[in-house]
């Protein structure tokens, strides 16, 4: 079969693999289920929830070979920052340091060399002198941060098509170097409720490249659980669970070797279960005081819903959902209405009513 095709003075072909000469690999994970080698992540979250604190708390892992926050141990590796927006001396450092990482294994990416010009780093035009720069490490790069993850992108970061195209190079990097590559974004806003990885900001295409997707949020301090006003939750994976999460809050500490300077760090708490949709649900429903909120919302429609009188609750959770309203909400909003219910006979299910 002749796939060759003359394109002006270039003769260019198509490179085929038959599937039977590839051998079949595990993934190789460097936090198991959340951080994978030469796979693309993205962390999300709204104002407030310290994604970047949490990605030095990553960092400083990585480079002592610490504990995750499921107890694991990690590999000791190197760790490369490249931020558009916070500076090392006066931010990431000192979180770096609050975190306890051992600074010798990491490494900013301060700029870039044209000749005698120094110019700074640009993520949509500079990966692949990168890519040249990191496979000269000697014992390599686990984690490559990129803060945020839209600088990638020269064109529309709203257009699925440019977004793609602008994170390919990215990607590539990170699966020809082997190094875990985690993007950092905000949340668009007024979407709660709505499928927590379309809530990225821009388009749709950040969510799909990435492999895995992380999200952060604050919980209300009346409702807080695991130990933490904060949650982080995976809310997809392509290449493992994209379920649960851990509770964290976020910590001020002054510097021992450098008194008078104070920087935040990632204090872990208990693993939460459940969706991401539901997670976030619960930690988002009370922050919104006006009456705006998911748990507010999730209250008007089981009110409304059963203002004619008794209904199934197979019925209810399917309306509910299909709404946007996470199952975990309504629950806490029928709680909170005080709505009775009582087991059909012959195994049928519950009936659920307004109080009498």
Known sequence: MNNEQSNGHRCTSIIFKRANTITPEPIGWIWHGWIAKGKVHILAG????GKTTIAMALAATISTGGRWPDGTQATKGNVLIWSGEDDPKDTLVPRLMAAGADMSRITFVDGVRDGNERRAFDPSKDVSTLKDAINKVADGVQLLIVDPIVTAVSGD?????????????????AAQTGCALLGISHLSKGTQGREPTERIVGSLAFGAVARVVMMAAKQSAE???????RVLCRSKSNIGADHGGFAYSLKQSELERYPGIFASHVQWGDAIEGSAREILATAEELHDKGGGGALCKAARFLADYLKDGTQQQSKIK?????????????????????????????GKGWLWRLPD
Not at 46 to 49: D, E, L, N, S, V
Not at 157 to 173: I, M, T, Y
Not at 322 to 345: C, D, F, P, Y
Request: no cysteine.
């Open 46 to 49: 709204p104002p407030g929830t």
């Open 157 to 173: 970061s709203h257009k699925n098509a440019e977004v793609r195209r602008g994170l390919q190079p990215l990607a590539d990097l």
């Open 223 to 229: 409702e807080a659980q695991g130990g933490g006003d």
């Open 318 to 346: 399917e309306a509910a959902e299909g709404a946007g309203h996470s199952w975990r909400t309504i629950q806490r909003a029928k709680k909170n209405l005080g709505v009775a219910s009582e087991k059909m006979s012959f």
